[in-house]
């Protein structure tokens, strides 16, 4: 789902205004095409996130249609995993680590962590919920923010491709930690999630970062 235009013309005029080295960006990279991916659940938005951990984005493909074809539909649920032995998931390609993480998961939904209602908290709270979960990080937690929920002022510091692009684009020597990406970013909010989305298109042809 295509952020709606008048928003993203507000974002992305924001940003031009608000930084020099962020409207050189937008003026090469055109329009915001950023989209929210509200496809299945919040679970099943969750389990795919885990699948794409630590491994080739082909791979991850891979194992998650195996995933699919034996749970029998496209999103699974709590029930589908539970149902699953551990031999089952390690026959389609998971490894002992992975069958961990998603048990924990499958095991605090049933537990009471209610992802449907995610929606509803800030984005600490958000966060705080998730990084509970094993296998699941501040990154994967941004990413359910910025993509699942649509936040839009969500700053990625964990992200390479999003530390490769502002080394790039400031002229940099090194990689930028945390505390440098936050300073030069506050002059983005409430938009951070978008000048991370222009950041990425900034160098998606110099290398596949995301």
């Not at 795919?48 to 998650?64: P, R």
């Not at 095991?107 to 908290?121: C, E, I, Q, T, Y």
């Not at 709270?125 to 359910?144: N, P, S, Y």
Request: aromatic share 8%; charged share 30%; proline share 4%.
């Amino acid at each position: 789902m295509r952020l709606e235009s008048a928003r993203s013309r507000r974002a992305t005029r924001h940003l031009q205004n608000a930084d020099p080295v962020m409207a050189a960006i937008v003026r090469r990279v055109g329009a915001c095409r950023f989209e929210i991916d509200r496809r299945g659940t919040p679970y099943s938005t969750l389990i795919e996130a885990m699948m794409y951990q630590q491994i080739t984005g082909k791979a991850a493909e891979a194992i998650h249609r195996r995933l699919r074809a034996r749970i029998g539909r496209e999103h699974p649920r709590p029930g589908d995993i539970a149902a699953l032995s551990d031999a089952d998931l390690r026959a389609i390609g998971l490894s002992r680590q992975k069958i961990g993480y998603l048990r924990d998961l499958t095991v605090k939904v049933g537990n009471g962590l209610a992802l449907d209602r995610l929606s509803r908290l800030d984005d600490e709270a958000v966060i705080e919920r998730l990084t509970a979960v094993k296998g699941i990080g501040r990154w994967t937690a941004d990413m359910f923010l910025m993509f699942r929920l649509g936040r839009l002022d969500v700053l990625p510091v964990g992200d390479y491709g999003v530390r490769k692009a502002m080394q790039r684009a400031y002229g940099w020597r090194s990689l930028p930690k945390p505390k440098r990406m936050r300073r030069t970013a506050e002059a983005w909010r409430p938009y951070r999630t978008i000048a991370a989305w222009y950041l990425w298109r900034s160098i998606e042809g110099a290398a596949a970062f995301i």
